[in-house]
């Protein structure tokens, strides 16, 4: 049995002030820079800014707290932010560091799970690993839900191990609820490594068939209830009295649970999306995706994904399976050490394959910052791998492997760090150099004495982690604004870039029809105003402007002063327009209108005043109907309406609702007088113009 399989070990006396450090390090990174960021995600800031004013809204998700939709996920992601605004007021800060403790909690949790089977020096370094991370250096200092979600599969992997130690319900239950909070976090996605875990509860656990079956119905249930009470609320609420389902076309978090988050996000027919779910763009060779980039078994490996997570996945890989090898004589049940052991292989490792499976080749949309998901996965195998190996590294097999997974990882670092034109190119070198030098050594090295292999082994390992290191150092030097974000420097042939996309080459993509570096699919007359490179949006023709401060009326989430905000982008907010949304805005159940959610939402973040975002994120949804919102102007309900500049929404762009925001604001056109405020058209719907009926 190798040593570095064990049950948790009585800890060390080097154990606790390491493990102190870990977390202190992870948290100096998240939280390093924050509130450079600004409100980040503009979309999601200004729900958490309506939660934090509304309890109806903090309940429902709603981007505003009139109420009139929700953002399209289920709340569970927004509830931190939304207490902590409650809390402590709202500017970046405030949004952001539950956030970067979500990353904390992941690490510790990581940690636990990997020091019972491996041992601390094991856990030590799969923390390590998904602390450096890029993509998670992003994400956990980002306001999308996949901090939250990550946390949670990470949860719920620790907690079926734990179940599967002693066949214990009560781990398995705790598995059922992460599940169903992941449920709540971002739908669908949460269940993608229920088929292995379960498969591996089911054959090993060291029960009766029977009981096994009906723990896995128990967690079942968990998962049902810790997800499922809020969607009854939801469906059961007459539809009249609660906001719109955003992301749906009929009203339904069904609907979008099984279409836009869920089903479409694999075959592609996400109705209600950017170019409504139709585009095919395909790469070479016949290779799928959509608008969203080639699919296959190389897709994140590729140009604008390499970077984000796949620097310790091929060694994962290898992990896994030289993990497998090495255990594959033990029992079938987990109630010996070596059983254990293979079980957490094939726990981390069945989760990181087929949640990598589905994201290379889902259809649907698909952004780098998903991949997130696969950091604690990968983490673990890495940790766990390597504890392994190096126990068994007196064999030539061990040893044979090892030293040649960290020349694999050298030679990888190297080609991800090549592609990013002029970056740091002595670390290059360095990296490949150093690498398959302690590769080299490492079979020999206890041959010349233990401080020379040590030696070694850390030089291999700072090879194998400088590269992501400096992406991450990258990363948290940049604020990072708008709804498409990556981690690290601009790629050639990728997005890249702090903030969003870049064009090819790594030079700043221009979103208009034809723009270069826009996702194929994007409809024709797509407003420009998407985030860009430096974290900045940019309106139409005008210079980009840097990313707001956190503060409470301070400017929107960056953009072009005075500028519409675009279909993934904001738009920077001017004094005067803050101002006339701010006067009588107690009187109005919105202060304004405007089509779109990232475009309200800038100013609703400015003013601290309600704005009904007309057609949700895309400007396709349904809402609110002409009629309805007719209604809502005569009953005085709404001050403002803010001209989107773009010719109205994109007439059927992205799904049936497309029509609703240019049958909205021709009709406005018509009825009220234009004014220009800080170089925008605002039309006043308390004064019609002369002539109106």
């Known amino acids: 049995m190798p040593a570095a399989v064990r049950r948790a070990d009585p800890r060390l006396r080097w154990e606790r002030p390491a ?34 004013e509304s309890w109806k809204a903090f309940f429902f998700g709603s981007s505003d707290a009139g109420n009139s939709i929700t953002v399209d996920k289920p709340p569970a992601a927004l509830w931190p932010m939304a207490l902590s605004v409650r809390l402590f007021g709202l500017g970046s800060w405030q949004i952001l560091v539950p956030q970067a403790l979500m990353g904390v909690a992941t690490t510790a949790v990581l940690y636990a799970a990997v020091r019972r089977q491996f041992g601390a020096a094991a856990a030590l370094l799969s923390g390590t690993a998904f602390a450096l991370t890029p993509v998670a250096a992003l994400m ?20 079926v191990l734990r179940a599967l130690e002693g066949a214990h319900t009560r781990w398995l239950v705790w598995a059922g609820v992460a599940v169903g909070f992941g449920f709540l976090t971002k739908t669908l996605q949460a269940f993608v490594i229920l088929p292995p875990l379960a498969v591996l509860y089911a054959v ?24 499922g009470w809020w969607v009854a609320v939801v469906e059961l609420w007459p539809a009249a009295s609660r906001p719109y389902i955003g ?3 009929n009203n339904s978090f069904l609907e979008l649970t099984l279409g836009y988050n869920g089903l479409g996000r694999i075959s592609g027919n996400e109705t209600g999306s950017v170019g409504g779910g139709a585009a095919r763009g395909g790469g070479p060779g016949g290779a799928g995706g959509g608008g969203w980039g080639e699919t ?22 290898v992990f896994l399976v030289a993990g497998l090898v090495v255990t594959w004589r033990a029992r079938r049940a987990t109630d010996s050490l070596e059983g254990m052991a293979r ?23 698909f952004h780098e910052y998903y991949t997130v998901a696969l950091a604690p996965f990968v983490a673990a195998l890495a940790g766990m791998g390597v504890a392994v190996l190096w126990e068994e590294r007196g064999g030539r097999a061990a040893a044979l492997t090892l030293s040649g997974t960290l020349a694999l990882t050298a030679w990888w670092a190297f080609v991800l760090l090549g592609r990013a034109t002029g970056y740091l190119p002595w670390l290059r070198w360095t990296v490949l150099a150093a690498g398959l030098a302690a590769a080299a050594a490492l079979p020999f090295a206890a041959r010349l004495g233990h401080r020379v292999l040590l030696a070694v082994a850390a030089l291999g390992l700072g090879a194998a982690l400088a590269g992501p290191f ?33 064009g090819p080459g790594g ?64 738009t920077r907010v001017g004094a005067a327009a803050t101002a006339a949304l701010r006067t009588d805005s107690s009187r109005y159940t919105w202060a304004a209108a405007a089509i779109g959610s990232q475009n309200a939402a800038s100013y609703q973040l400015a003013s601290g005043a309600p704005v009904m975002p007309i057609g949700g994120f895309n400007g396709s949804d349904p809402s609110p109907t002409p009629e309805r919102f007719r209604e809502y102007v005569k009953a005085g309900r709404i001050h403002w309406f803010i001209a989107s500049g773009t010719g109205g929404a994109r007439e059927g762009g992205g799904g049936p609702g497309g029509a609703v925001g240019s049958a909205i604001e021709a009709w406005v056109k018509g009825a009220f007088e234009a004014t220009t405020i800080d170089g925008v058209t605002f039309y006043d719907l308390t004064a019609p113009s002369a002539g109106s009926s």
């Open 204 to 227: 090993c656990a060291p029960t009766r068939l029977r009981r096994r079956l009906g723990q896995l119905l128990a967690a079942g249930l968990a998962a049902v209830l810790a997800g």
């Open 296 to 317: 296959g078994i190389d897709r994140l490996f590729s140009a604008n994904i390499g970077g984000q997570i796949s620097w310790l996945l091929p060694a994962a890989l």
């Open 140 to 159: 956990f200092r980002f306001n999308n839900p996949d901090a939250l979600l990550t946390l949670l599969l990470t949860v719920t992997v620790y907690c």
């Open 343 to 365: 079980a957490a292989f094939v726990a981390w490792g069945g989760s990181l394959l087929i949640t990598a499976v589905v994201f290379s080749w889902m259809q649907g949309i």
């Open 470 to 502: 400096a992406y991450c150092l990258t990363t948290v030097a940049s604020g990072h604004t708008g709804s498409i974000v990556t981690a690290g420097p601009a790629v050639a042939g990728g997005h890249g870039g702090p903030g969003g996309f870049r």
């Open 19 to 52: 493990y102190t450090v870990l977390l202190l390090a992870t948290a100096l990174l998240l939280l390093w820079n924050l509130g450079s960021s600004g409100y980040a995600n503009s979309f999601y800031s200004a729900a958490v800014q309506a939660g934090s």
């Open 507 to 570: 030079t700043p993509g221009r979103f208009g029809p034809g723009g270069e570096g826009a996702p194929r699919g994007l409809p024709q007359g797509a407003p420009q105003g998407m985030p860009r490179g430096t974290g900045a949006t940019a309106r139409p023709g005008g210079p980009a402007a840097p990313a707001a401060p956190g503060g409470r009326g301070g400017p929107g989430a960056g953009g072009g002063t005075g500028g519409p905000g675009g279909l993934l982008g904001g």
């Open 247 to 249: 992301g749906s076309q």
